[in-house]
């Protein structure tokens, strides 16, 4: 009973972080005008702080992987939580370009910590039969971070001052360091590794290791990719095509955050009911492809609305089902560095696709990012087509 009502804390702390975590990134991109106007920042210079918090986050998934498999989830989460306290103190009150740029890498860095250190930590205190429900809980906690940081913040200054929404997410960060040192981590199958492997055994299951770490990543950065061209240009799309007010596109982001945020906890059900992670995770994906045809090829706001909708809910279908399938199929003794090197590989898709879709942009029409993101889905499902594929051929084989 102890047990069970410490496992319930612990996901209640893995949710609000969660929380913390998004609004915290995404509670700046309103603030932006008001640096450029209130400090003289170039528009350049705003840009090289915008992609500074994906460096970040490119650099930070495999680190807090490292850290997290060396001191443990406690220690882990706790100093993630210090500097992201910090980096919340220091914002309102820095005015250099230099800091400021330290800080927002110093976001991304912690941004990505802790998504590794909730996914790790949730996967670790779940089974197989409910991670995807525990694992839907925080992404409906992601998408709820998402809508309320820009949301917050934009409201907040529009009253206060500039420092008032950092200091609001630095309240939320010691109310969630507190419980964190108050946490007791259960894990369901703690970490002893067998030493009578032998030799050829263990480079077996590193090779098999590295070939995952390959595939997963490829589909995690295709994905990630996809989502940040999606991120980047379809404002500009809804501008110059649809002739959509800034109201409108807003709109548009918020139906996204709703939809993800209500179908993330039922979602993650079906994929423990179903005990087919991937099969959930490609129908994520055609449903995000579904979407972008939806406004590619209607102009009507209701349908192109009606396809944010769809898409919110595949972008919950997919992270809910991949993050359990990892956790599934990962062993607990690889499984924190193995997620973190999953998620700084996707952040490279990040930074770089935008780039790519930018030149597609330039070069053909402002259609040809978002035919380019259905070609980054369409190879991110077949590749888990192929995986599925595989696993099932294999998954009544004895264990080496």
């Not at 005008?33 to 992609?51: D, K, N, T, W």
């Amino acid at each position: 009973m102890k047990r069970h009502l410490y496992l319930n804390r612990n996901i209640a702390c893995m949710i609000v972080i969660s929380l913390i975590a998004n609004m915290s990134g995404s509670m700046i991109l309103p603030l932006f005008a008001i640096y450029v106007e209130q400090f003289g920042i170039s528009a350049f210079r705003m840009s090289i702080l915008f992609s500074l918090f994906y460096v970040g986050r490119f650099v930070g998934g495999g680190l807090a992987g490292r850290i997290y498999e060396k001191v443990g989830a406690k220690r882990l989460g706790l100093s993630l939580l210090i500097a992201e306290i910090v980096c919340m103190l220091l914002f309102p009150v820095a005015e250099s370009f230099i800091i400021l740029s330290i800080l927002r890498l110093l976001q991304g860095l912690v941004a990505i910590g802790l998504t590794v250190f909730v996914r790790v930590t949730i996967n670790h205190i779940s089974t197989m039969e409910n991670r995807g429900t525990l694992n839907g809980y925080i992404s409906s906690s992601e998408g709820a971070g998402m809508i309320l940081g820009p949301l917050m913040s934009g409201v907040i200054v529009s009253y206060f001052s500039l420092a008032v929404p950092f200091y609001i997410v630095a309240l939320f960060s010691c109310i969630s360091f507190v419980a964190v040192s108050r946490m007791t981590f259960f894990f369901n199958s703690p970490a002893q590794p067998q030493q009578q492997h032998s030799l050829p055994q263990e480079s077996k299951r590193k090779t098999m290791l590295t070939k995952q770490l390959l595939l997963y990543s490829t589909v995690h950065f295709l994905e990630m990719s996809a989502f940040a061209i999606f991120l980047t240009y379809f404002s500009i799309y809804a501008t110059y095509k649809l002739h959509w007010s800034p109201a409108e596109i807003s709109l548009a982001f918020t139906i996204i955050g709703i939809s993800t945020f209500v179908s993330a906890p039922l979602i993650g059900k079906i994929s423990d009911i179903l005990k087919d992670r991937l099969i959930l995770c490609m129908i994520g994906l055609l449903f995000i492809m579904l979407e972008i045809v939806l406004f590619l090829w209607f102009t009507e706001q209701w349908i192109v609305y009606l396809g944010m909708f769809i898409g919110g809910i595949g972008g919950a279908s997919y992270l809910d089902s991949f993050y359990s399938q990892l956790g599934d199929v990962i062993p607990e003794e690889h499984r924190s560095l193995f997620i973190g090197n999953v998620a700084s590989f996707s952040e490279l898709g990040a930074i770089v696709s935008p780039l790519v879709a930018g030149v597609l942009l330039e070069r053909f029409n402002i259609n040809a990012p978002f035919y380019y993101n259905m070609i980054l889905v369409f190879i991110a499902i077949v590749i888990q087509y192929f995986i599925r594929l595989k696993s099932q051929t294999s998954r009544n084989r004895p264990l080496a």
